[in-house]
């Protein structure tokens, strides 16, 4: 499994359950088929930014913060975000279409959306597509064209 696979596995597994521990978070990866170190949870928590929130009762548990939606988010995040989830982009009319492994997409719509670019006027995510819709004046292609540079996928 993939580092990318792996990080979508753990944010979904922290959106699932409530994790209080790294061993926890390794032994639901197990119970996913997912082998896993601690170091490698570590690591991978690191990378989403999770953190440790105190839930009621007093106890603790990992969860990933959303970024607040009026602010914008910085260019190297989107790119990190999208050179990390998208496969392939295209388009059709005003949109583009973005591909990403199973279950990905909401991760590539939330970083567009927080993006603040200009040429987007919003997102739709499904499991693995979705759908970057132009500003008037912008053409899909134009803004496939951009989304593609933003991945680092050449044409």
């Not at 949870?41 to 009762?57: E, H, I, M, T, Y």
């Not at 969860?63 to 975000?81: D, F, G, K």
């Not at 199973?102 to 499991?127: I, K, M, N």
């Amino acid at each position: 499994m993939s580092k990318t696979s792996r990080q979508h596995l753990i944010a979904r597994l922290l959106a699932e359950h409530s994790v209080a521990s790294q061993q926890q978070l390794v032994d639901l990866l197990s119970d996913a088929g997912v082998t896993a170190t601690r170091a490698t949870v570590s690591r991978d928590l690191d990378g989403l930014g999770a953190v440790k929130v105190r839930v009621p009762g007093g106890s603790t548990v990992y969860a990933i913060p959303e970024h607040p939606t009026e602010r914008i988010a910085p260019e190297e995040h989107l790119r990190r975000v999208m050179g990390d989830w998208v496969a392939d982009v295209g388009s059709s009319g005003n949109l583009a279409v973005v591909r990403t492994p199973p279950g990905s997409a909401h991760v590539v719509a939330s970083a567009l959306d927080r993006a603040g670019l200009p040429e987007v006027l919003g997102t739709v995510a499904g499991d693995d597509s979705l759908i970057v819709v132009a500003t008037d004046g912008t053409a899909g292609s134009d803004l496939a064209e951009r989304l593609r540079d933003l991945a680092g996928l050449s044409r």
